[in-house]
């Protein structure tokens, strides 16, 4: 498996994608759809979807442009259509509104390349926001960073929950297990543990 790392947009966020014997998937396409198409024929990928981890445009702006199906929280689908809930006036301006093919839900399974994607529901910087584990791999989204947490200042933010989440859903996680966050450099389980 291969984990391809882009920083898109002005906030760089972290899109990642996940390829393997051809096939890929893509996590928060959040802008510089060229830039992910150019990476993904360059390596002659199908891409069979995308995954949200959360609605906020920064991790989304890019979902209508490639075109692919859209999984994402139920309690973050809406977003995906109402640019009042996903903060593109605020952030990135323009956007295009998308219809998700897949709305997901906590312990959720998706397959891929014969491995099991497992959603975790990690609400606290959005109502909808998951963590994605496969392998020794967890994609954290803007829940947990290295050396921090993801902010809750925003009307749907909450910071009881996204501790909660973080201790109930992500620190019972093998200390080897790599995250891959939505802004910043990767880290394990393990070191989050010693700094939470």
């Known amino acids: ?13 972290n899109c990642y994608v996940v390829s393997c014997d051809g096939n890929a998937f893509i996590v928060d396409p959040g802008d510089d759809a060229q830039m992910i198409k150019d990476y993904i024929k360059k390596n002659n990928l199908s891409v069979q ?20 199906p859209v999984y994402i929280h139920r309690a973050d689908a809406p977003a995906l259509q109402d640019v009042s809930k996903n903060h593109s006036r605020l952030i990135l301006g323009s956007f295009d ?14 397959e891929f390349c014969g491995k099991k994607i497992k959603v975790l529901h990690t609400p606290g910087h959005t109502v909808g926001g998951i ?66």
Not at 59 to 67: E, S
């Open 97 to 110: 509104p998308c219809t998700p093919a897949k709305v997901l839900e906590d312990g959720d399974e998706i």
């Open 1 to 13: 498996m291969v984990i391809k790392r882009i920083a898109v947009g002005p906030l760089a966020t």
């Open 49 to 68: 979807f995308i995954i949200n981890t959360h609605s906020h445009i920064d991790h989304i702006k890019a979902d209508h442009v490639l075109g692919y």
């Open 131 to 196: 963590c994605l584990v496969m392998d020794k791999v967890v994609f954290t989204g803007d829940t947990l960073f290295r050396d921090g947490v993801g902010r809750t200042d925003l009307p749907d933010g909450s910071q009881r929950d996204i501790l909660n989440a973080i201790k109930q859903k992500l620190l019972c996680l093998d200390d080897d297990v790599k995250i891959y966050p939505g802004h910043g450099e990767a880290s394990t389980i393990g070191r989050e543990r010693e700094n939470f």
